[in-house]
């Protein structure tokens, strides 16, 4: 299994060589599927999910196919997630992505999808294939168990280390070193805190820091 890991996408050429490295061709012969579904119960300005698109765009892919799992009946998203190199899953919200991949049947599918396709995940794209979503921003699961009711610690489990996004961001007091060096205390696998320039490359379990910016490691 091959997945990229990042914590804001393709934001430099490190990040964007190490994908299409995984895939094993160009650019202009790859076709993704991009899966939005996470930023959907996100309210406010979306510069940053339009940013995450441009920074695809800018490779110069063959195809990227905007795919949503929760909008469409699994009929029409399998066959187009099946045409795809490259499965990119957005940022947003963890639960509301993890929700949406169990009730479409995406978290069951994915496994064997995976043998010919790469993982490639945005923030809470990235967060979901966790071993649980413990790495989650806490304010993120209150706020959407008060929406929607739904409140569950499961995550898809495809790697065996926790990634949290978004390292030293003003905008996420829970991605500081301190915070999550309490939180690897608790966590029986590796924790990786990624700023917005470095991404994990795995391969069949197998992890590599892509950075060109800072990273921790607990």
Request: net charge negative.
């Amino acid at each position: 299994m091959k997945l990229l890991l990042t914590s804001s996408g393709l934001t430099n050429e490190s990040i964007a060589k190490a994908l299409f490295d995984l895939v094993g061709k160009p650019a202009s012969e790859t076709a993704i599927a991009f899966v939005p579904t996470s930023m959907n119960i996100e309210s406010g300005d979306k510069g940053w999910f339009i940013d995450d698109l441009l920074n695809i765009k800018k490779q110069g892919c063959r195809e990227v196919d905007i795919v949503d799992i929760s909008a469409l009946p699994k009929k029409v998203w399998l066959p187009r997630l099946e045409e795809a190199d490259i499965l990119f899953f957005s940022g947003g919200n963890s639960p509301h992505l993890m929700r949406w991949l169990k009730e479409s049947g995406l978290a069951e599918l994915l496994p064997k999808l995976l043998l010919t396709r790469v993982y490639a995940g945005i923030s809470a794209g990235s967060i979901v294939t966790n071993p649980t979503l413990a790495l989650s921003d806490e304010d993120s699961k209150r706020e959407y168990e008060e929406i929607s009711g739904y409140r569950s610690e499961e995550a898809l489990n495809l790697v065996n280390v926790y990634v949290r996004p978004h390292l030293n961001s003003p905008e996420f007091p829970h991605s500081r070193k301190e915070y999550l060096t309490e939180v690897a205390k608790g966590l029986l696998q590796p924790l990786y805190g990624l700023d917005d320039q470095s991404a994990l490359k795995i391969i069949d379990g197998n992890v590599e820091v892509i950075s060109e910016g800072e990273y921790i490691t607990l």
